[in-house]
């Protein structure tokens, strides 16, 4: 950064940081390679968790860490493996998990692999899900991977909504 950034207050200089890791301000070196739009993939998948010792039962609260297998059909034809930590209340439906996961595979014809997110809480049996692709996270033909995937539950059935955007192939 150049001296005029060290005569702004600390405030300003914060801002532009977190602007900068966040991608609201794009760096000096960022590359793009072709514009994007987004679209969505669908289909369902079967996932597997299996708890991992030791857990954590202390009063009032239980923490737990499960390993996610998952094998995605549809638009999205591939594999994942991640890990979860969860933590649940004395109160019947609330608590919370966050989940990292690779998934590897094809993507609408294109393949690689890629990093999920995710952030569940849940306040007396409202659940509040967002899952969303790890920047930088795509290799191979999934590289500049950016998007969220809605996970649809229904009669003990897993389906997926991923809206995402690439970069155009060239």
């Given at each position: ?49 299996t708890p991992q010792l030791p ?116």
């Amino acid at each position: 950064m150049t001296n005029g950034f060290r005569k702004i207050g600390p405030c300003a200089r914060l801002a532009i940081v977190v602007g900068l890791l966040v991608g609201l301000i794009p760096s000096s070196n960022a590359v793009e390679k072709g514009s994007a739009m987004t679209v969505h993939a669908q289909g369902t998948f079967e996932v597997k968790l299996t708890p991992q010792l030791p857990e954590d039962k202390s009063e009032g609260s239980t923490l737990g860490r499960m390993l996610i297998e998952k094998q995605f059909h549809g638009d999205l034809e591939a594999v994942s493996h991640g890990q979860m930590l969860t933590g649940m209340t004395a109160v019947q439906g609330s608590g919370a998990y966050v989940a990292i996961e690779r998934v590897t595979g094809t993507l609408n014809g294109r393949h690689g692999s890629f990093i999920l997110h995710h952030l569940g809480i849940m306040v007396r049996g409202n659940p509040q899900l967002n899952v969303t692709v790890v920047p930088d996270s795509g290799t191979g033909e999934l590289v500049g991977l950016t998007g969220a995937m809605t996970i649809i539950i229904t009669d003990g059935k897993h389906s997926y909504d991923f809206a995402y955007s690439l970069p155009e192939a060239h």
